[in-house]
């Protein structure tokens, strides 16, 4: 039963998985991230003109790096696995403007990538990647642009604590804030990144249970619960689990040395120092 087991058993019984790689097939093979190590993402080059794809001589879409972080000198990227806030001060260029007058408008989408695997060039390679979509939030005018420049920047990853699964659900970032900035051409924009990790998501409808080894991680829609909180699980295990040392610490605390001081006290006696009236 070779190829690529049969085709993972007629793809998942008619279930298509995604993402795959340009072959076609199921992304087996990924070099899993470490949590920390960073995370490079690239973005599609468009024509300012129209915001249309720019195209290779081998009529493959061509990406380039996110604008360069004044912070670090580099572009954008993020810490596998890490909540954080963040800011990223991008310069406006001519092109930079004209392209973000396009995204406002939603003309076209900032659409950017991730590699599914850390291996170097692994989408170049024929790698698989998911979308990441950066969804900008303003206003445009004849002279200047008005820009939500908060973002809220979220990750989904595998529910497993296996660290061969490190790899990426899915990923979004939107403009969630009230005050715009105003941009000209040659300004600079600081962007607020509040970068949040969700790893401990139910995956409903696998059917991993009948496909396993065929995939690089459990299938199935990873849902956010209707209550969540806006860090990852396990950093509030974490906090959790402190609150609850601190807690059991003071009582044992209290429960050994606060009874000593009371040595030597008797109750107070309500009818002491009064004379019974009966």
């Not at 992304?27 to 794809?53: F, K, M, Q």
């Not at 800011?87 to 950017?112: A, K, M, R």
């Not at 790698?127 to 642009?145: K, Q, V, Y």
């Amino acid at each position: 039963m070779k190829l690529s087991v049969l085709a993972t058993i007629i793809t998942l019984a008619t279930a298509q998985w995604y993402p795959l790689g340009r072959d076609g097939e199921i992304p087996l093979a990924i070099s899993p991230y470490t949590v920390g190590e960073e995370v490079l993402i690239d973005c599609i080059a468009r024509n300012i003109d129209n915001g249309e794809h720019k195209f290779d001589d081998q009529e493959r879409i061509i990406y380039s790096s996110f604008p360069i972080c004044k912070e670090t000198g580099k572009p954008l990227s993020f810490k596998y696995g890490i909540s954080e806030d963040k800011n990223c001060t991008i310069g406006f260029t001519d092109q930079l403007y004209h392209l973000f007058q396009l995204y406002i408008h939603e003309d076209v989408p900032f659409s950017c990538r991730l590699p599914l695997s850390k291996e170097p060039n692994s989408i170049e390679k024929g790698g698989a990647f998911i979308p990441l979509t950066f969804n900008f939030r303003g206003e445009i005018h004849d002279s200047h642009l008005d820009v939500d420049s908060s973002l809220n920047v979220l990750f989904s990853k595998p529910t497993s604590k296996r660290p061969e699964e490190n790899t990426f659900i899915s990923a979004v970032a939107f403009s969630s804030g009230t005050n715009a900035t105003r941009i000209v051409i040659g300004d600079s924009l600081t962007l607020n990144l509040a970068v949040r990790w969700y790893d401990n998501l139910a995956n409903t409808n696998s059917l991993s249970k009948n496909y396993q080894g065929l995939l690089p991680y459990a299938d199935g829609f990873y849902k956010l619960p209707i209550n969540f909180v806006p860090i990852s699980y396990s950093s509030f295990y974490i906090i959790i689990l402190l609150v609850a040392l601190t807690a059991g610490s003071l009582s044992w605390i209290l429960s050994n040395f606060y009874p000593k001081k009371l040595k030597g006290y008797k109750p107070v006696d309500a009818e002491t120092g009064f004379s019974k009236l009966d």
